[in-house]
């Protein structure tokens, strides 16, 4: 891991969603991270049928976590969105 890549990891933070495969949940989950003010710093979609898995990383932001994840969590569709823990 490079200087750059572990002082990114020190700052932000790792969030995983579980979700349908389905373009309204995709497009709120993006808008509610534009609104949040929170754009991830890197993101990956996977597929697994109807099931979508979304992992990203936020740099740390204006509003806290807690209520990032419980939003994420009421978008109809989501069926778990979590942070997860750093390696090391």
């Known amino acids: 891991m490079t200087a750059t890549e572990a002082s990114f ?23 509610l991270l534009v609104i949040h003010d929170r754009f991830p710093q890197r993101m990956n979609l996977a ?13 740390e932001g204006p509003s806290p976590e807690s209520r990032l994840l419980a939003k994420m969590r009421a978008i109809p569709g989501v069926r778990r969105a979590d942070t997860l823990a750093m390696p090391g």
């Open 9 to 31: 990891a020190e700052r932000s933070t790792q969030i995983e969603v579980e979700a349908d495969v389905d373009l309204g949940v995709t497009s709120r989950l993006l808008d």
């Open 47 to 59: 597929r697994d049928g109807r099931t979508m898995m979304v992992t990203m990383s936020l740099l």
